[in-house]
């Protein structure tokens, strides 16, 4: 019987950050005053004209990267559908954390982020080294559901200096992200080459110890029609508990060409990290609430730590086949590798606070995917009504493996109480039946969308998309399989959306998804894969001339949940799990006023396991019933502004 459980704290340090912005000369400085006619929250009503009285306006060097969003709020929205259609004639619940958001907020993780948005919240994130989150009640790490301009990769992390905003699609996305969740998908957009010259460096202090600097520079190749961006960052920071460091540094250097019909981007990113690996504080069952000890007080060792490196090659291209069709092509090679060590809690003594402890290792854990898209988008006239159509295909390849377990037996050799540590070392005994863990996935898929304007008031949307999926997994020296599977689904989609006026829209959606099951450790033969189906209706709408909000009510009903059955000391695998998750969520964000801006969230998910022979009528692992979050900024305008008289 388990007598305690983990769970991770995080804490933050006092920050001091100090922003350089821009230094330029010559035609620097002519090229900084155009950039300032586009920097982000600035608005036009304010820029004033050139006259013998001039007025020198300030250098605002613009790094924003593909100015979809106006301050806070989301202007427009090109990656939630795969189309270019404004949010409120989206029927499925989007929403847009821009990058005056996170500029303001400093945020420093995807976590930070995501707190601005309903219904999201954080789950097990593998001690702390992996972005992880539910979304609706659903998910877990390595579900694929945190993809990076739109495609799937293995970064740990994805949240970095490199990210310009980030955009949630609530609901299932199988129809067009593959295989999902059906709560929603977690788009990372980044920052790209720009015409314009701009830059900014910038240095932060913790009052743990350390800091972080980055910078940012883009601008044009002479009178070429390329341009180039370099964004690098550098961390070194005492970590919040009583030892560890985080250490971490990254390099970007990309490049843009700008045609007369085609844009070409092209990216690289390099990450080495060295972070701590906490898995948190204990859970006491017999309280009911973590232990009381100090929460910076660590149970495990200093050679807790995981360090690894990690890489992302991208290619965007864009053609304008005509007026009414563009062609897109995106492919994103990632991959991670990493080392890990760590003193593992295997059990806890309520009563005099013994832990039984076990020093493991993972040595040598390499995954990388290749990942492809093409599509057709049209926005033609077919018979008198307007069509937003989509055309597309996508392939991913995704490969996992885990070379050497390495495995010591259970120590009961510390005390939470009294803790001491180094009386657990390193272990190095290469465990034959856990190693070379193996995950092989493909999946193919093609789609095709139409968002039908029967009136400019009332818009048809439908979608189907036809889904190939082969997996394999398995572990052990001999390799022992776990899974071997393939499969094919067809997963539609349909909404509907009806504008009450231009700025407040009604929708409705039904929607599939599918999860094939797949098992490292247990063979589980071809078992069906995890379904689902949601509901949602909602609302969006405009307020202030400044502000977009979406308030929705979701149901969803997940089946073939895989879970254990033990029969005379058997383990079965089954397929008969059915999970149902329902709720509410209001968002927005955007401008209150000249100077008030603001970014807040409500949400309610009530999820609860319905079939299953021990969980059944439970509420599924870390799922949040309540979310909320409300941010505030003022903008006090320019001090200073010097002025040159003829």
Same mark, same amino acid.
């Given at each position: 019987?388990?007598?305690?459980?983990?769970?991770?704290?995080?804490?933050?340090?006092?920050?001091?950050?100090?922003?350089?912005?821009?230094?330029?000369?010559?035609?620097?400085?002519?090229?900084?005053?155009?950039?300032?006619?586009?920097?982000?929250?600035?608005?036009?009503?304010?820029?004033?004209?050139?006259?013998?009285?001039?007025?020198?306006?300030?250098?605002?060097?613009?790094?924003?990267?593909?100015?979809?969003?106006?301050?806070?709020?989301?202007?427009?929205?090109?990656?939630?559908?795969?189309?270019?259609?404004?949010?409120?004639?989206?029927?499925?619940?989007?929403?847009?954390?821009?990058?005056?958001?996170?500029?303001?907020?400093?945020?420093?993780?995807?976590?930070?982020?995501?707190?601005?948005?309903?219904?999201?919240?954080?789950?097990?994130?593998?001690?702390?080294?992996?972005?992880?989150?539910?979304?609706?009640?659903?998910?877990?790490?390595?579900?694929?559901?945190?993809?990076?301009?739109?495609?799937?990769?293995?970064?740990?992390?994805?949240?970095?200096?490199?990210?310009?905003?980030?955009?949630?699609?609530?609901?299932?996305?199988?129809?067009?992200?593959?295989?999902?969740?059906?709560?929603?998908?977690?788009?990372?957009?980044?920052?790209?080459?720009?015409?314009?010259?701009?830059?900014?460096?910038?240095?932060?202090?913790?009052?743990?110890?350390?800091?972080?600097?980055?910078?940012?520079?883009?601008?044009?190749?002479?009178?070429?029609?390329?341009?180039?961006?370099?964004?690098?960052?550098?961390?070194?920071?005492?970590?919040?508990?009583?030892?560890?460091?985080?250490?971490?540094?990254?390099?970007?250097?990309?490049?843009?060409?700008?045609?007369?019909?085609?844009?070409?981007?092209?990216?690289?990113?390099?990450?080495?990290?060295?972070?701590?690996?906490?898995? +948190?504080?204990?859970?006491?069952? &017999? %309280?009911?609430? #973590?232990?009381?000890? *100090?929460?910076? @007080? !660590?149970?495990?060792?200093?050679?807790?730590?995981?360090?690894?490196?990690?890489?992302?090659?991208?290619?965007?291209?864009?053609?304008?086949?005509?007026?009414?069709?563009?062609?897109?092509?995106?492919?994103?090679?990632?991959?991670?590798?990493?080392?890990?060590?760590?003193?593992?809690?295997?059990?806890?003594?309520?009563?005099?606070?013994?832990?039984?402890?076990?020093?493991?290792?993972?040595?040598?854990?390499?995954?990388?995917?290749?990942?492809?898209?093409?599509?057709?988008?049209?926005?033609?006239?077919?018979?008198?009504?307007?069509?937003?159509?989509?055309?597309?295909?996508?392939?991913?390849?995704?490969?996992?493996?885990?070379?050497?377990?390495?495995?010591?037996?259970?120590?009961?050799?510390?005390?939470?109480?009294?803790?001491?540590? +180094?009386?657990?070392?390193?272990? &190095? %005994?290469?465990? #034959?039946?856990?190693? *070379?863990?193996? @995950? !092989?996935?493909?999946?193919?898929?093609?789609?095709?969308?139409?968002?039908?304007?029967?009136?400019?008031?009332?818009?048809?949307?439908?979608?189907?998309?036809?889904?190939?999926?082969?997996?394999?997994?398995?572990?052990?020296?001999?390799?022992?399989?776990?899974?071997?599977?393939?499969?094919?689904?067809?997963?539609?989609?349909?909404?509907?959306?009806?504008?009450?006026?231009?700025?407040?829209?009604?929708?409705?959606?039904?929607?599939?998804?599918?999860?094939?099951?797949?098992?490292?450790?247990?063979?589980?033969?071809?078992?069906?894969?995890?379904?689902?189906?949601?509901?949602?209706?909602?609302?969006?709408?405009?307020?202030?001339?400044?502000?977009?909000?979406?308030?929705?009510?979701?149901?969803?009903?997940?089946?073939?949940?895989?879970?254990?059955?033990?029969?005379?000391?058997? %383990?079965?695998?089954?397929?008969?799990?059915?999970?149902?998750? !329902?709720?509410?969520?209001?968002?927005?964000?955007?401008?209150?006023?000249?100077?008030?801006?603001?970014?807040?969230?409500?949400?309610?998910?009530?999820?609860?396991?319905?079939?299953?022979?021990?969980?059944?009528?439970?509420?599924?692992?870390?799922?949040?019933?309540?979310?909320?979050?409300?941010?505030?900024?003022?903008?006090?305008?320019?001090?200073?502004?010097?002025?040159?008289?003829?």
């Amino acid at each position: 019987m388990q007598t305690g459980k983990t769970r991770r704290t995080e804490r933050y340090g006092i920050l001091a950050s100090a922003v350089i912005i821009g230094l330029t000369s010559g035609a620097g400085l002519a090229a900084a005053q155009d950039a300032a006619d586009t920097a982000k929250r600035t608005d036009d009503s304010q820029t004033q004209e050139a006259t013998s009285d001039t007025a020198l306006a300030p250098i605002i060097l613009n790094t924003s990267g593909n100015g979809e969003t106006k301050g806070y709020q989301p202007v427009d929205n090109s990656s939630a559908m795969r189309g270019n259609m404004p949010i409120l004639d989206i029927p499925q619940a989007v929403n847009v954390v821009s990058d005056a958001i996170i500029q303001d907020q400093n945020a420093r993780s995807l976590d930070d982020v995501l707190n601005n948005v309903s219904n999201i919240n954080q789950t097990n994130t593998l001690a702390g080294t992996q972005d992880s989150f539910i979304r609706r009640g659903f998910g877990d790490n390595r579900d694929g559901s945190v993809l990076t301009n739109g495609l799937r990769t293995v970064l740990p992390r994805s949240f970095n200096a490199t990210t310009d905003r980030v955009e949630v699609l609530k609901g299932p996305s199988s129809a067009l992200y593959g295989i999902q969740e059906p709560g929603g998908v977690i788009n990372v957009l980044t920052k790209r080459p720009q015409q314009k010259f701009g830059g900014s460096i910038s240095a932060t202090g913790s009052s743990f110890g350390g800091g972080s600097t980055q910078f940012d520079v883009t601008g044009p190749i002479g009178d070429t029609d390329f341009a180039y961006r370099l964004i690098g960052s550098y961390q070194n920071v005492d970590y919040w508990r009583n030892y560890g460091k985080t250490k971490e540094w990254l390099l970007s250097p990309s490049i843009a060409w700008f045609g007369e019909d085609t844009t070409v981007n092209l990216s690289y990113t390099h990450r080495d990290y060295v972070v701590p690996f906490d898995r +948190g504080q204990i859970f006491d069952l &017999t %309280t009911g609430h #973590a232990v009381t000890t *100090d929460p910076k @007080i !660590q149970f495990t060792e200093p050679y807790n730590v995981t360090d690894g490196t990690s890489d992302l090659v991208s290619l965007n291209v864009e053609h304008d086949l005509s007026d009414d069709w563009k062609l897109r092509f995106d492919y994103n090679y990632s991959r991670d590798a990493y080392s890990d060590n760590q003193a593992r809690i295997m059990s806890y003594d309520p009563a005099t606070g013994d832990l039984t402890r076990r020093a493991d290792s993972t040595n040598g854990s390499t995954q990388f995917q290749h990942a492809f898209r093409l599509d057709a988008l049209g926005d033609v006239e077919i018979a008198g009504h307007r069509n937003e159509i989509l055309l597309g295909a996508s392939y991913s390849d995704y490969d996992l493996l885990r070379s050497d377990m390495i495995r010591c037996g259970n120590v009961q050799d510390f005390n939470i109480y009294n803790p001491v540590y +180094g009386t657990l070392p390193k272990c &190095t %005994t290469v465990v #034959a039946k856990d190693s *070379d863990q193996t @995950i !092989q996935q493909k999946l193919l898929t093609a789609y095709a969308q139409d968002s039908f304007y029967l009136t400019d008031d009332l818009i048809l949307v439908g979608g189907l998309t036809f889904q190939h999926y082969t997996q394999y997994a398995g572990k052990g020296r001999p390799f022992v399989v776990g899974t071997d599977a393939e499969g094919f689904e067809v997963t539609p989609r349909a909404g509907i959306v009806y504008k009450a006026t231009p700025t407040w829209s009604f929708y409705g959606n039904v929607a599939t998804s599918f999860m094939p099951q797949t098992s490292i450790a247990d063979y589980i033969g071809e078992l069906p894969p995890e379904k689902g189906v949601s509901y949602e209706i909602g609302t969006k709408f405009e307020l202030f001339d400044g502000i977009t909000a979406t308030a929705a009510l979701f149901h969803i009903d997940k089946e073939n949940v895989l879970y254990n059955e033990f029969i005379d000391g058997v %383990t079965y695998a089954r397929t008969a799990g059915h999970v149902r998750s !329902q709720g509410f969520e209001l968002d927005l964000a955007g401008a209150l006023t000249e100077n008030w801006s603001v970014i807040a969230s409500y949400g309610y998910t009530n999820a609860k396991i319905i079939e299953d022979p021990t969980y059944a009528g439970k509420q599924p692992v870390n799922v949040a019933k309540h979310t909320a979050s409300l941010y505030l900024t003022y903008d006090f305008g320019e001090f200073f502004r010097h002025r040159k008289h003829a």
